[in-house]
């Protein structure tokens, strides 16, 4: 091999590296129920006003996630009805059930998918990690530690 050729090899690795360095952590992949998944759709779609943002983090999520028959939904995986115990960042560690949002209370340990952790939880298995920005704005990583399936 020439002395060009190994030069330019050697960079190429360098630039590879560099660039993979940079990458930012890849999200979580997602499975989501079709029923889930199609009532979900429908929801966020019509959200408007001051809940606009909130139905556009759920649109991107579910954009993202693969999407199975609701029977094929794996055991561990997020899904709504399902009680989810997780842990943020920040230390914050509960347990709640993730419900439609007419059926939310934060009382009752039920918390709505339209809210930014109800939107992160949805789809994802236990012990994966999520990027996730709490209300005041800070950016927190949430991490599925349970999940007993009751929906």
Do not use: C
């Not at 990458?23 to 006003?49: M, Q, T």
């Not at 949805?122 to 399936?149: C, F, H, K, M």
């Amino acid at each position: 091999m020439s002395q060009i050729a190994e030069k330019s090899q050697i960079i190429q690795k360098s630039v590879v590296q560099k660039s993979s360095a940079r990458k930012p952590k890849a999200l979580p992949r997602l499975v989501i129920g079709s029923e889930d998944h199609a009532r979900l759709y429908a929801i966020a779609n019509a959200l408007g006003g001051p809940l606009a943002e909130l139905g556009e983090k759920l649109l991107s999520e579910l954009e993202r996630a693969r999407i199975v028959p609701q029977e094929k939904v794996p055991a561990k995986t997020v899904r709504m009805g399902s009680t989810v115990s997780f842990a943020t960042s920040d230390g914050f560690e509960r347990t709640y059930k993730l419900v439609y949002p007419e059926e939310a209370d934060v009382a009752q340990a039920r918390i709505s998918v339209l809210t930014p952790i109800g939107a992160a939880l949805i789809g994802l298995s236990e012990g994966q990690t999520i990027p996730w920005e709490a209300r005041d704005g800070r950016a927190l990583s949430l991490t599925v530690l349970n999940l007993a399936d009751e929906g």
